[in-house]
C-alpha cells in the first residue's frame, strides 16, 4: 500500500505573510557595513542596465546614418561597439554577482552571530518547551532565507528596475526625436530642389556660352 501525501511542494505566495517597513528597514541596516560594495553593486547594475541598450541603438544607427551615407568607417565602429558592449555586460555581471554574494554571506555571517548570542541567553524552559530542532531550524534557515534575499531577489528586483526604466526613457527620447524630425525631410527636399536647380542653370549657362563658338 503506497501512502499518499497532500503536503504541498511549493509556497503559496498568497500564504506569506506581508513584508513591513520596519521588517524591511531592519534587513536594510545590516548592510551599512558592507555600503562600498552594495554602492559597487547598484553601479554594475546601472551601468549593465544602460549598456544593455547599445545594440540596438548601434542598429538603429547603421539602418539611419552609416548604411544610407556609405560611411563604412562608422559602420565599423558601431559593430564593434555591438559586440563590445556585451562583453562589458558580462563582465559587469560577474563583478556584481560577486560583490551581491559577498554581501549575502556576510550579512549571513552577522545575522548567525547575533542569533546564537540571543540563543544563548534564554533560559533552560525556553529550550524545553520549543519544538525539536527549531531553535537550530531558525539559527539556519531562516537566516538562510535572508541571505537568498539580498543576493537573488534583491539584484533581480534592482535589475528589472533600473532595465525599464531605460527602455522607457530611450523610447521617451525616441518619440520626442521623431516628432520633431518632420521638418528635416522638408528642409532636404528644398536643399535637393535647389542645388538641382543650380545644376541646370550651370548646364544651361554652359550650353549658351558654347553655342557662339561653334558657329
Given at each position: 500500500?503506497?501512502?499518499?501525501?497532500?503536503?504541498?511542494?511549493?509556497?503559496?505566495?498568497?500564504?506569506?505573510?506581508?513584508?513591513?517597513?520596519?521588517?524591511?528597514?531592519?534587513?536594510?541596516?545590516?548592510?551599512?557595513?558592507?555600503?562600498?560594495?552594495?554602492?559597487?553593486?547598484?553601479?554594475?547594475?546601472?551601468?549593465?542596465?544602460?549598456?544593455?541598450?547599445?545594440?540596438?541603438?548601434?542598429?538603429?544607427?547603421?539602418?539611419?546614418?552609416?548604411?544610407?551615407?556609405?560611411?563604412?568607417?562608422?559602420?565599423?565602429e558601431?559593430?564593434?561597439?555591438?559586440?563590445?558592449?556585451?562583453?562589458?555586460?558580462?563582465?559587469?555581471?560577474?563583478?556584481?554577482?560577486?560583490?551581491?554574494?559577498?554581501?549575502?554571506?556576510?550579512?549571513?555571517f552577522?545575522?548567525?552571530?547575533?542569533?546564537?548570542?540571543?540563543?544563548?541567553?534564554q533560559?533552560?524552559?525556553?529550550?524545553?518547551?520549543?519544538?525539536?530542532?527549531?531553535?537550530?531550524?531558525?539559527?539556519?534557515?531562516?537566516?538562510?532565507?535572508?541571505?537568498?534575499?539580498?543576493?537573488?531577489?534583491?539584484?533581480?528586483?534592482?535589475?528589472?528596475?533600473?532595465?525599464?526604466?531605460t527602455?522607457?526613457?530611450?523610447?521617451?527620447?525616441?518619440?520626442?526625436?521623431?516628432?520633431?524630425?518632420?521638418?528635416?525631410?522638408?528642409?532636404?527636399?528644398?536643399r535637393?530642389?535647389?542645388?538641382?536647380?543650380?545644376?541646370?542653370?550651370?548646364?544651361?549657362?554652359?550650353?549658351?556660352?558654347?553655342?557662339?563658338?561653334?558657329?
Open positions: 500500500m503506497v501512502a499518499v501525501t497532500t503536503k504541498r511542494s511549493h509556497i503559496d505566495p498568497r500564504d506569506l505573510p506581508e513584508v513591513q517597513r520596519a521588517t524591511l528597514r531592519r534587513i536594510l541596516l545590516y548592510l551599512r557595513p558592507y555600503k562600498t560594495q552594495t554602492i559597487l553593486v547598484v553601479i554594475a547594475i546601472v551601468l549593465g542596465a544602460l549598456l544593455g541598450l547599445l545594440p540596438p541603438m548601434c542598429i538603429k544607427a547603421i539602418v539611419d546614418d552609416a548604411i544610407p551615407h556609405h560611411d563604412r568607417l562608422e559602420l565599423i558601431l559593430c564593434l561597439a555591438m559586440v563590445a558592449g556585451p562583453l562589458v555586460v558580462g563582465l559587469l555581471g560577474v563583478a556584481q554577482r560577486y560583490l551581491a554574494a559577498y554581501i549575502a554571506e556576510h550579512v549571513m552577522d545575522l548567525r552571530n547575533q542569533v546564537f548570542r540571543h540563543v544563548q541567553k533560559s533552560l524552559t525556553y529550550f524545553m518547551t520549543s519544538r525539536p530542532g527549531e531553535v537550530v531550524s531558525r539559527v539556519l534557515n531562516d537566516v538562510q532565507g535572508v541571505g537568498q534575499m539580498l543576493q537573488d531577489n534583491l539584484v533581480k528586483l534592482l535589475q528589472n528596475a533600473m532595465i525599464v526604466t527602455a522607457v526613457g530611450v523610447g521617451v527620447t525616441e518619440c520626442r526625436d521623431r516628432r520633431r524630425q518632420p521638418a528635416r525631410p522638408a528642409a532636404r527636399c528644398e535637393r530642389k535647389a542645388s538641382e536647380a543650380a545644376a541646370r542653370k550651370a548646364r544651361a549657362t554652359k550650353g549658351s556660352a558654347a553655342g557662339p563658338t561653334r558657329s
